[in-house]
């Protein structure tokens, strides 16, 4: 399989608890993505890497979630002390980089976080 | 800002009617790419097709069609002859450029469809 893949697939954790989601892109990728998709909402941008480098946050990733891609290959989402607003599915997308804006960015198939 | 308006919430037919559904998006941007995507039960978003806004073709793939008109800011998707397989919650998404030169999807609130015997 070639696709972007997330670990875990779902997650249950008290609120409080630190969590930590993992994407894998697709090989020669060198864009990630993450998104996070509320019950019946589209999925909303957090963050945007271009190989290593963080280039964009967006305004709903506060202080208590912080990406890292230390190689520009995997990448991992944390989230301290959970909340219970912090429930739903957080997907991982990529793209192959170029300067058009159009490259299609392909998802894995998310990481759901039930935080009770 | 960008905004992507799906008004429509849930569709049902039968198999094989054709559906339409609307996609009506906001932009200041002169230069955007729309894309399409399908949510299928299993969750995982599936990228249908891109059309970049210099490009008012309508594009045709198999039983999928494309309709995107400039001057009224829309960009609907219509399948004919509709089958079981289709049914899934389908999600316009508007490209806005990003810091580096990545692009970060607007998503629409998303179509569920559902395609019954």
């Known amino acids: 399989d070639t696709g972007v893949s997330q670990d875990p697939r779902h997650k249950i954790t008290k609120r409080g608890q630190n969590v930590t989601f993992r994407c894998d892109p697709i090989?020669?990728?060198?864009?990630l993505y993450w998104y996070r998709q509320t019950l019946g909402q589209g999925p909303e941008f957090l963050t945007y890497?271009?190989?290593?480098?963080?280039?964009?946050k967006s305004r709903l990733l506060s202080d208590r979630f912080s990406a890292e891609r230390p190689k520009g290959s995997f990448s991992t989402l944390e989230i301290q002390r959970t909340e219970q607003g912090d429930s739903a599915m957080y997907l991982c997308?990529?793209?192959?980089?170029?300067?058009?804006?159009?490259?299609?960015?392909?998802f894995g198939p998310g990481t759901r976080l039930t935080v009770t | 800002a960008q905004k992507v308006t799906q008004a429509q919430t849930e569709i049902s037919v039968v198999e094989k009617e054709d559906v339409t559904l609307d996609c009506v998006y906001e932009?200041?941007?002169?230069?955007?790419?729309l894309f399409w995507y399908k949510q299928p039960p299993s969750g995982e978003l599936v990228f249908l097709i891109r059309?970049?806004?210099?490009?008012?073709q309508n594009e045709i793939s198999g039983r999928y069609s494309w309709n995107f008109q400039k001057s009224t800011s829309s960009f609907n998707f219509t399948i004919t002859a509709s089958q079981v397989v289709d049914s899934a919650v389908y999600f316009c998404?508007?490209?806005?450029?990003?810091?580096?030169?990545?692009?970060?999807?607007?998503f629409g609130t998303g179509t569920q469809l559902k395609v019954e015997l």
């Open positions: 998404a508007l490209s806005e450029a990003t810091a580096g030169g990545g692009n970060k999807l607007t």
């Open positions: 059309r970049n806004s210099f490009d008012e």
């Open positions: 997308a990529s793209s192959l980089g170029t300067l058009a804006m159009w490259n299609e960015q392909y």
């Open positions: 932009t200041r941007d002169t230069t955007y790419y």
């Open positions: 090989s020669e990728h060198n864009r």
């Open positions: 890497f271009q190989n290593e480098a963080q280039l964009e």
